[in-house]
């Protein structure tokens, strides 16, 4: 018995498969997250008065820092004051400007 020469593929394996549908989604993931996190960098007034001091935000402006305890990092970047740092998304230290601490919790490490 004679074999046609034209066979007909077979089906590709299941684990090919799904590696295509994961490598689409997260594609489709990625361009969603860029879109909704593009931000203008239009020029702003620099800002007076900041208690905890000058940063520079994601588009490299001057904007007041953040203070003890107060929310940091994140998407947009959020810059601690002189004397802290960032961890767990709060300023952690003490501000080199009012002298003020916040330590933080044992829940992040």
Do not use: Q
Not at 50 to 71: I, M, N, S, T
Not at 74 to 84: A, D, N, R, S, V
Request: aromatic fraction near 6%.
């Amino acid at each position: 018995m004679r074999t046609s020469p034209l066979r007909a593929a077979a089906p590709a394996p299941r684990w090919l498969l799904l590696l295509l549908l994961l490598v689409v989604v997260l594609a489709a993931v990625a361009e969603a997250s860029t879109r909704g996190l593009s931000v203008r960098c239009e020029p702003l007034p620099e800002p007076e008065d900041c208690l905890y001091g000058l940063a520079r935000d994601h588009c490299g402006r001057f904007v007041c820092a953040k203070g003890p305890g107060e929310r940091c990092g994140g998407p947009m970047h959020l810059t601690c004051g002189e004397g802290m740092y960032c961890k767990c998304e709060r300023c952690i230290g003490c501000s080199l400007n009012t002298f003020t601490c916040f330590l933080g919790s044992a829940l992040c490490m």
